[in-house]
C-alpha cells in the first residue's frame, strides 16, 4: 500500500498514485508559491491534465474544503463580436 503521508505531501507522487504522472516542469510550475500565478506554455503540453490532477489533490489533501475547477467554456480567439 502507498504511503498516504507521503501522497499528501507530494503532488508528484501523487500523480503516479492516480495514474497521472507529472513532469518535472509541471509540477514545479504548480508549487504555486504566490497567490497568483500563470503558467505559460505550448498547445497540447498538459496543462488541462495537470491542472486536474492538482485540483484532485488540494481536495485529497483537504478533504473538509471545496475545490472549484473554473473554465472558459470555449477559446477566446474563436469567438466574434457582433
Known amino acids: 500500500m502507498t504511503d ?3 501522497l499528501r505531501s507530494d503532488l508528484r507522487a501523487f500523480s503516479v498514485g492516480v495514474g497521472q504522472p507529472l513532469a ?3 509540477a ?12 505559460v506554455a505550448p498547445r497540447q503540453s498538459g496543462k488541462s491534465r495537470s ?6 489533490w488540494w481536495a485529497f489533501r483537504n478533504h473538509a474544503s471545496r475545490v ?10 474563436d ?3 457582433g
Open 4 to 6: 498516504l503521508a507521503r
Open 24 to 26: 518535472a516542469w509541471q
Open 28 to 39: 514545479a510550475a504548480l508549487v504555486l508559491a504566490a497567490r497568483v500565478s500563470v503558467i
Open 51 to 56: 491542472l486536474s490532477v492538482l485540483a484532485l
Open 68 to 77: 472549484l475547477l473554473v473554465s472558459a467554456p470555449e477559446r477566446p480567439s
Open 79 to 81: 469567438r466574434t463580436s
